[in-house]
């Protein structure tokens, strides 16, 4: 069976390149000579700068992007609920545009991901939101809970059996997002460090600013797990099995104007992605933030803390997506600021997040935070975060049981801590700790 039945003419493909983010123009300001989200001091720590920025010029162009910055939380928040006048099309498009040769990579390949979720628009938005959103009902997350507990802790027995210090990364926050999403999926385990590389290169690809032989490199990789994803969801058509994709295409029935096999192709592409790089980083923030305080570590070990609030604090103050992208539909106008039509917008949810004027004392960690859940760290409006419920679900699992095993644990003083250098990932790749 052909992996690809139909091509759907009424859904645009975007092409893996564009040249608009290169050639938009805008105002030169204070805001926008300050703003270098390549800076290695912003990179280690964003918010202050945010913070700056945020109180000075909420809403600035930004000619290092070519795109319009927005730091407001209501501004933020509009924005993303707005369909009518902002566009979610160019979430996916490399924020620098491809070489020629890596564009003939991506080109020559066949590489075809269609809009579908989180960058497409109503109402083909609405109709696959729906479909895809089908099958994770919170019964089929919840069905989850013992098999992130049994992971999380076969990871903690290896991790107490190694030497100290021990990178937390390594041992533990990198690879149970991914085990629990293949367990979702129905990916074979012994392929999480193919798939986690691949991930952690399209980060760099998409929203990251790398040299034209990196883009070559990666544009390699990014065909190579179009290829895998694709070929995952035919072994699924040949041998269906108890899992999300295989719900799919029981769901589909052979009916192409529900889904094409190739549109579960792009979206298992996508979800190989998404569906465990955030909370990887989400997790890795969660313990830097929280084991420096270490009362409040003890309290979650013996259970008098509830680790929910503790989560969401979590996410609001070091939010894995520190940004995302929208553009103008039309000439529209933002805190006093003109934006014409076409404009690209990058949305800081980091500082959104941190904006005083919708949390009180923004800066600080305060689990009893009475309006916490407010944050926009998963979205809101029709694009919220299909994935939110196991995100958090994993997040609780992995602190409990980490604050319960190792009561004692702290971080290592004065190390390093490398992120990866990107506009829209808070991508923490190494964190040594200590019991």
């Known amino acids: 069976m052909e992996l690809c039945l139909t091509d759907r003419q009424d859904i645009p493909l975007r092409p893996l390149s564009t040249d608009a983010s290169s050639q938009a123009q805008g105002p030169t300001t204070p805001a926008s000579e300050r703003f270098d989200p390549f800076e290695p001091g912003y990179v280690q720590d964003p918010y202050a700068t945010l913070a700056e920025l945020r109180a000075s010029e909420p809403v600035f162009f930004s000619p290092a992007i070519g795109?319009?910055?927005?730091?407001?939380?209501?501004?933020?928040?509009?924005?993303?609920r707005d369909t009518q006048r902002f566009s979610a099309m160019l979430v996916s498009d490399p924020l620098k545009p491809l070489c020629p040769h890596a564009r003939g990579i991506i080109v020559d390949s066949g590489f075809n991901v269609p809009p579908l979720l989180v960058n497409n628009d109503p109402p083909s938005h609405t109709h696959y939101r729906a479909f895809f959103g089908t099958p994770l009902t919170r019964e089929r997350m919840a069905a989850l809970r013992p098999f992130i507990e049994r992971t999380v802790d076969a990871y903690l027995d290896r991790l107490v059996a190694g030497p100290r210090p021990a990178d937390l990364v390594a041992g533990l926050t990198w690879d149970v997002p991914a085990l629990v999403l293949f367990q979702l999926l129905g990916v074979p385990a012994e392929d999480v460090a193919r798939v986690k590389d691949w991930a952690s290169s399209r980060v760099v690809l998409t929203w990251g600013r790398p040299t034209d032989d990196e883009q070559v490199q990666l544009s390699t990789g990014a065909v190579e797990y179009y290829q895998y994803a694709h070929a995952l969801v035919q072994r699924k058509v040949e041998a269906p099995g108890d899992d999300y994709i295989s719900d799919l295409i029981r769901l589909r029935a052979g009916d192409d104007t529900l889904a094409t096999l190739h549109e579960i192709g792009a979206i298992a592409f996508n979800l190989l992605f998404a569906g465990h790089e955030t909370t990887s980083s989400a997790a890795i923030n969660l313990f830097k933030a929280v084991l420096p305080q270490r009362e409040l570590w003890a309290a979650i070990g013996r259970g008098e803390q509830p680790v929910g609030p503790v989560v969401e604090e979590s996410l609001r103050v070091d939010p894995p997506v520190q940004a995302w992208r929208r553009q103008a539909l039309q000439d529209v106008t933002l805190d006093g600021v003109t934006i014409p039509a076409g404009g690209r917008l990058l949305l800081m949810f980091?500082?959104?997040?941190?904006?005083?004027?919708?949390?009180?004392?923004?800066?600080?960690?305060i689990p009893a935070r009475r309006n916490a859940l407010q944050h926009v760290t998963f979205g809101t409006g029709a694009h919220f975060c299909l994935g939110a419920p196991?995100?958090?679900?994993?997040?609780?699992?992995?602190?409990?049981?980490l604050a319960r095993r190792l009561p004692s644990?702290?971080?290592?003083?004065?190390?390093?801590?490398?992120?990866?250098?990107?506009?829209?990932?808070?991508?923490?790749?190494?964190l040594m700790v200590t019991w």
């Open 67 to 80: 795109s319009w910055v927005v730091t407001r939380f209501e501004t933020v928040k509009a924005v993303l």
């Open 350 to 365: 980091a500082a959104a997040n941190h904006d005083p004027q919708q949390f009180a004392q923004p800066d600080l960690f």
């Open 390 to 401: 196991l995100a958090r679900l994993e997040l609780e699992v992995m602190a409990q049981r």
């Open 409 to 430: 644990l702290d971080l290592v003083r004065g190390q390093e801590l490398p992120y990866t250098p990107n506009t829209s990932f808070r991508a923490l790749r190494r």
